[in-house]
């Protein structure tokens, strides 16, 4: 079974400071990758997703996560955060044959500071 | 509806009750998901619909617990004889079917058993 793992449970960062969030997962095929986010009082949304092909993908906000097969890693990272990126930040994995459910990891919340 | 849909947004109920909440997924999304979400937790997965396929129950907590989803679009998911550990917020997402899918989220129901 797949599971997910995200090592930071709360992060606190000044403005315009770097991101870098955590997230391993563990399954042994071909897999998708996604992020998603919870702004405050709002419903998940995707940030990003890996399907195939480039492993560095792009999302929405200036974020990014890179895919390292070689260490079942897709971490999310953002050059420089704002107080709007306050909120939690979820990875998930499922595979690609649309029989297995997405499983998610515990979450990440980051807050941002002025 | 241009989204998916949940009702109710909040249930309050008391010990040993059983509640019934709903899903209305996206027009056309053939998978379908039930999570929990509390404090700490994550998203924890309960069911997975998908398409005619038998439903994957693999994460219901315990037999208290049970899906449906009738005609291959609305999902109720209900829990009898509540519990105050039940206390959560349950979402309920719809996806496609294909190998480059990914879920749409719904504003979740917030349970609170008392």
């Known amino acids: 079974a797949q599971s997910v793992s995200q090592h930071n449970h709360h992060v606190i960062l000044s403005e315009a400071a770097s991101l870098e969030l955590g997230c391993n997962y563990s399954y042994g095929g071909t897999v998708n990758l996604f992020w998603y986010v919870q702004y405050p009082g709002q419903h998940l949304q995707l940030l990003l997703k890996?399907?195939?092909?480039?492993?560095l993908v792009k999302g929405i906000k200036g974020f990014e996560a890179e895919f390292i097969k070689s260490k079942f890693s897709f971490n999310l990272r953002k050059p420089s955060v704002q107080w709007s990126d306050t909120a939690e930040y979820f990875c998930a994995v499922n595979a690609p044959s649309g029989n297995t459910p997405l499983v998610f990891g515990k979450g990440t919340r980051l807050s941002v500071i002025a | 509806g241009a989204g998916v849909s949940q009702s109710p947004s909040n249930k309050v109920t008391e010990k040993g009750k059983d509640v019934e909440l709903r899903c209305d997924p996206i027009s056309g999304h053939t998978a379908l998901y039930w999570y929990r979400q509390s404090l700490g937790q994550g998203l924890e997965f309960l069911i997975y619909f998908q398409g005619n396929s038998a439903p994957d129950k693999s994460g219901l907590p315990s037999d208290r617990f049970s899906a449906e989803r009738t005609g291959g679009s609305v999902s109720t998911l209900t829990i009898q004889r509540t519990q105050q550990e039940d206390s959560a917020v349950y979402l309920c997402a719809s996806s496609l079917t294909s190998d480059r899918a990914f879920a749409f989220f719904g504003q979740g129901t917030r349970l609170t058993v008392v």
């Open positions: 890996y399907f195939s092909g480039d492993p």
